[in-house]
Structures are given as C-alpha cells and as structure tokens.
C-alpha cells in the first residue's frame, strides 16, 4: 500500500539503505541514487517525488544540475538534508526555509513521517492556490460592488462579521479580502472549515494539545487560534459545529482567552474571527441545533455573497480572471467562445464560483487546443436559447471595453424591456451588428477570426456582414490588411 | 439496496489489485473500472459513469484533488472517495474544498471505505 515516491541521493551505501528500509517500512516508494547524474531529468517532473533527501554528493555539478531543474518548478518538492548540510545547506544551494529541511541522522521514524506529512500538505496548499480567486471578490454587478463597499466598511474594525451565501460563492475569498484590507494584513489568515474535521479532532484543531493530552499526541501542537495570533481567524461552515464546540467557541469569543486540550494554562488571544456557513443559522437556532447566543456574537456584521446566477453578468470578467491565473500556474491556455459563454450565461450554477472554476479547470486541461465553443461544454453546461433576454455582459477588466457594444448600449441595460416596449428584431440586429463589430476590432479585421470568437462558420459571418450591410468590400479590405 | 458502480483509482497496480479483491465480497459493488492517474480517472468517469470513484489523493502528473474538480464539473458527477496515506485536519479540508463527498484513511481502507459505500447504496436521493 504505497503512497508516494522519495528520491534518496547519497554517495554513503550504509546510510542511503538504511533510509531506503525506513521509507519503505512507512509506506513510501524510495528511489536511491548514489550520483543523480544517473536519472534522465527528460523522463521525470519534480513533482514525481514527495520529496528529495540529500546525503553525500559525489559530483557537484552533477548535483547543481539537477538542483537548478528542481528550482525551475516553483512547486518543487522540499529537500531534506542530512546532517552535513544542516549548517550551510539552505544558502549553498539557494533554498529557502519552506523547501529545504533537516534531516537528522540516524533517521526517527516518527519525525520521517512528521517531514512527509508536512511535505504533503506543503504541496496541497500550494495547489490550492493556483485555483483560488486572489485579489477579492471578482465583478461589477451591482451584489459585488455593494459587498466589496461593506467590506471595506468592516475591515478596518475588529468586528466580527458572519459570512453567509450559498456553496462555492467565494466566502473565503471575501474574508481574505477583508483581512488583507484590515491592519492585520501582515499577520497571518488562518482558515478552518469546520465541516470537513471530525468532530472529535475540531477541539484539539482548534486550541491545540499538550503532549500526550490523547492518544496518538506525541508532541504539543498549537492551534489554529494560536496559529492565528494577531491575524485573522476564518471559521467556515460554522453551522456545522457540534453543540459542545459551540459553547467553547462562545466562551473564546468572550473572554478571548482558552486552554489547550490537555493543558491547564490559559492564553490570552489577539485574534479577529470570520464565521461562514451556507446554513440558515436562524433556522438551525429553532431546530436546536444550533446557538443562539453563539449566533448573536458571530452576526455582528452580516455579509451576504450573492448566488452567480444572480450576478451572470459577470461571468465573462470570472472567466478571464480564472483563465489567466491558470495559464500563469501552466494549467493550460484556454479561450470560450462567444456561444460558449452565452449558454453558460444561461446555466443556473448551483455550485456557483466554485463550479465555474472547476469547469474552466476542466476545460483547460481536456483542450489542448485553447479554443471552446459551446459544443465542447459538457452537456449540463449546453443549456439551448429559449427565447428569453440574454444576460448584458459587464466589460471585463483586462480588456477595453467592446467599442460596438458600449455604442450600442449607450446607458441602457440591453436585457432590461423600456417601460414603451421596443421592437425585439431590430433591438437583436443592433446587438447581433455591435458583436460583430467589437468581434471584428479584436481579430484586427481578419473576418475568419472574428468568425471563430463568434462562434460561426466563417461564411455564416460572410453573410451576416452582407446582410448588415458591413459590406463585402469592407470585409475584403480587411482581410487584405491581413 | 441498490447495485452500486464503481471505479478504482490509484498510480499502485498492487493497491488497485488489493482493492478489487476486497471489495468482491460485496455482491452489491461492482467495479467497472480501474484507473492509474487522475487524467484517466477523468476520462473513464465520464466514459463509464460510475456511481462512485474511489480515489487516491497523491499520484504523479495529476494527483487526486485536481482529478475530484475536473470529475465534478462533468454532468452527473459521481460520489467521489479520496483515499489518503495521511488522515489529518489539513488533509481532509482539501479534500473537501476540492469538492470530495468523503475521505477515507488508506491504512484502514476497507473499514472505512465500506460504510460510506453501504449508506450510497441504501441512498438512492443521490445522482
């Protein structure tokens, strides 16, 4: 039952086998290599390996060129050296802290599997990130500008605020933005999602252990307040808490001071709390389930995320915040269609956020080709035209906005009926011709391109710009400057 | 009881082996399929649509969580399963905010791994 590979590199036999037993009694595969000058680098990612354990080296360069492929990944696993690198190892080889460890020599089990532990969590965080929305709250609907506006009201105050909204619509990422917003922002946000800890390990997660405080607590351990200390503490999925953690929660709110499981001294903390939950705690509260003077302390400053389908006017600024930060991690480079975001737009995103970046995920990676057009959406996503008023697309950020479309618009929503009514054809052919113009700015006039971010065949776009009287001479021009 | 589908991930030929012997005793599990890496998980979840992927969290190129996003953004994504060598807080909230339905220990794999299964399959409100 193996979990995952090591690379050992040691010119010592004794002491490369002796580590080799050890990670393989601890379930790793271990991959021992007297000169890394042996391994094809071609053949192998960094990430192959959960981690690098440095010994002897008998060729220096060698050495430094595979270190300088490890650094070439910035994800790279951490290099736990043996004790004749603990002094200098770090600067030697220009690691830092977070990616060089020392390894002490004879190797405790205990501690091998505590480096791999952390090792392993290392890498899922910063997986994590790639797919996390940074910089706060995506978008200019009028929900958004009216939550960054609170936000910016609360940050500067200690208040605790309770985050509430629907799965997925980003209710950490408006903590982390009122944190970075706050004078706590050199201090750290620490995040906790009382949901997916079982109840029995949320106390000691929370408030930390003495040593021996239980079984299987072989050293003392801080919690995440004390981890928190002077920065944020963010409680998702409160509602999720038992009742007995709640009264202990209530009682750190008050007092603002606790023990840690196991130990009878009492710490004082300094440390702003953000409480989250997608359930109706008023409802839970009637239920029993949950407590109502916990509440009245948590609610202090409601916040209220708006569900994406209230906000798909958005969704193409989303879009393009996502698939830069994927195409800036090497996640794969990805661009919808016109089609492909108009039957998103139509698509009611239970999942909200969350789900539409799954899906961009999913998307970057199954398609090579970068280019995705409605039919490439999987089918929950290919939600057909009904007839009904699409959505007015917000321009996105990065972008000036479409020229066609803002003339076109002129002030007015474009999905919103005027109080006298309008003439639905020729309202259509206005937005069909601005798409088709800011379409044909962006390809630089080239009709086949523009064709493509419209998601029509380029004869069907032909004949469309004969139809608008954009003229075959104007098209033919155009694809000359081309 | 339902009859509940099922596949079986993980970068370990002899894990997946292990596993599908297991989970033979269970007349009402199936495993219609077996994958090596999360990219193949993917594709076979949607080729096969299974009720459940039962999932390995670390394998090379992509690893367990990425794979849970990618499957949950498929139409009738599955249950999914993440099976981790490491069974602690940190691990079990990214597992959950990858979108995971459970999380099981890959020390106690069985034990763990046949009660959620069970209440899968005498739980027929899910997809």
Redesign the interface.
């Known amino acids: 039952?193996?979990?995952?590979?090591v690379l050992v590199l040691d010119a010592d036999p004794v002491r490369a086998s002796r580590t080799a037993e050890l990670l393989d009694f601890i379930?790793y595969v271990p991959q021992v290599l007297a000169d890394v000058g042996a391994l094809s680098l071609e053949r192998h990612?960094p990430?192959?390996w959960?981690a690098v354990v440095l010994g002897s080296i008998p060729d220096p360069a060698t050495w430094q060129r595979f270190l300088d492929w490890l650094k070439r990944d910035p994800l790279h696993p951490p290099v736990l050296g043996m004790p004749e690198h603990h002094d200098d190892g770090a600067r030697q080889f220009g690691l830092n802290s977070a990616q060089f460890w020392p390894l002490d020599y004879p190797i405790k089990y205990p501690l091998l599997s505590e480096l791999l532990?952390r090792a392993?969590?290392k890498r899922?965080?910063e997986?994590?990130r790639v797919?996390s929305i940074l910089g706060g709250p995506t978008g200019h609907a009028p929900g958004i500008q009216r939550l960054r506006v609170l936000i910016a009201q609360v940050a500067p105050f200690d208040t605790t605020v309770l985050i509430l909204g629907e799965s997925g619509s980003g209710k950490e990422v408006a903590a982390r933005a009122i944190h970075d917003a706050s004078s706590r922002r050199g201090k750290p946000f620490v995040a906790?999602?009382c949901?997916?800890?079982?109840g029995e390990?949320l106390e000691s997660?929370l408030f930390g252990h003495e040593k021996g405080a239980f079984t299987g607590a072989i050293t003392a351990r801080k919690g995440r307040f004390e981890m928190a200390d002077g920065g944020t503490l963010f409680l998702d999925e409160i509602g999720d808490m038992s009742m007995p953690m709640q009264v202990k929660l209530l009682r750190v709110l008050q007092e603002r001071s606790f023990e840690r499981v196991g130990g009878n001294q009492t710490i004082r903390c300094n440390v702003r709390v953000i409480a989250a939950t997608h359930r109706n705690l008023e409802e839970n509260i009637q239920k029993g389930a949950f407590r109502e003077d916990l509440f009245y302390r948590l609610n202090v400053f409601p916040l209220e995320m708006p569900p994406l389908r209230e906000r798909l006017a958005d969704l193409p600024e989303l879009v393009d915040v996502l698939t830069q930060q994927l195409e800036k991690n090497g996640r794969g480079r990805v661009r919808l269609s016109t089609d492909a975001l108009a039957a998103l737009s139509r698509y009611r995103w239970p999942?909200n956020v969350?789900?539409l970046?799954?899906?961009i995920?999913?998307l970057a990676?199954?398609n090579p080709s970068g280019s995705v057009r409605a039919s490439d959406l999987?089918?929950?996503y290919r939600v057909e035209d009904d007839g009904a008023p699409s959505v007015a697309f917000h321009s996105t950020a990065n972008e000036a906005p479409p020229v066609g479309i803002a003339q076109a618009a002129a002030g007015e929503r474009l999905d919103e009926l005027p109080a006298e009514g309008l003439d639905l054809k020729e309202h259509m052919a206005r937005i069909e011709t601005a798409l088709i113009k800011a379409a044909l700015e962006r390809s630089g006039g080239v009709v086949a391109h523009a064709a493509q971010l419209l998601g029509l065949r380029r004869t069907t776009l032909v004949e469309k710009l004969r139809k608008y009287g954009l003229g075959r001479g104007e098209e033919a021009g155009m694809d000359a400057v081309a | 009881m339902r009859q509940l589908r099922v596949l079986l991930v993980d970068d370990?030929e002899?894990?997946l082996n292990?596993a599908q012997r297991q989970l033979r005793n269970l007349p009402w599990v199936s495993v219609v399929g077996r994958a090596l890496n999360g990219?193949e998980a993917?594709r076979l979840t949607e080729q096969l649509t299974p009720d459940a992927v039962l999932m390995d969290l670390?394998m090379?190129?992509?690893?367990g969580?990425?794979a849970t996003?990618?499957i949950?953004?498929?139409?009738?994504p599955p249950f999914v399963v993440i099976a981790s060598?490491?069974d602690?807080?940190?691990?079990?909230?990214?597992?959950?905010?990858a979108?995971a339905d459970g999380?099981v220990s890959?020390?106690f794999?069985v034990q763990e791994v046949v009660p959620i299964l069970e209440k899968l399959a005498g739980d027929d409100s899910h997809v």
């Open positions: 039952m193996s979990e995952a590979r379930d990612a990430r192959d959960a532990r392993s969590i899922l965080d997986e994590a797919v906790m999602n949901g997916a800890i079982p390990l997660e999942g969350r789900e970046a799954n899906l995920e999913r990676v199954l999987p089918a929950r | 370990h002899g894990f292990a990219l993917v670390a090379p190129e992509m690893g969580l990425q996003r990618l949950k953004a498929q139409t009738k060598h490491f602690d807080p940190q691990h079990r909230e990214h597992a959950a905010s979108g999380f890959k020390m794999y």
